[in-house]
């Protein structure tokens, strides 16, 4: 079973970007389709974008959209969140997760695996 890192998070001004990854350990991901989430102080936790396997069909959540950009170097193994104008709002635990997508889909109907989460604080 593969088990997620990610890494990247931190403290960032509102306006900033900043670049999340998604790294596994034990094993490759290659074959699995890798997603983001976040949660944020009193919130569920919330979908923010995914990729395939192969790095395409990326897939945001609509407030996400043109603002985060999720992308993945199968060759270094590690799928990459990069978070351009900061806001307050975006102050949240982020996650990857990942799951093989079943025969002909591109996407999973769940994730499976999850990482333990970054933090990333934006300050207003």
């Known amino acids: 079973q593969v088990q997620l890192v990610e890494s990247g998070g931190g403290l960032a001004q509102a306006g900033d970007s900043l670049t999340l990854s998604c790294a596994p350990s034990g094993r490759t991901f290659d074959d699995y389709a890798v997603a983001w989430f976040r949660r944020s102080p009193g919130k569920d936790r919330e979908f923010l974008a995914q990729?395939?396997?192969?790095?395409?069909?990326?897939y945001y959540r609509g407030s996400v959209k043109g603002r985060f950009t999720i992308s993945r170097d199968n060759r270094k193994s590690t799928v990459f969140l990069h978070m351009n104008d900061l806001k307050h709002e975006d102050t949240a635990v982020y996650y990857c997760?990942?799951?093989?997508?079943?025969?002909?889909?591109?996407?999973?109907?769940?994730?499976?695996?999850w990482g333990q989460g970054t933090q990333v604080t934006v300050t207003s």
């Open positions: 990729i395939t396997r192969l790095g395409t069909k990326p």
């Open positions: 997760a990942a799951a093989i997508a079943p025969d002909g889909a591109d996407y999973p109907n769940e994730y499976d695996v």
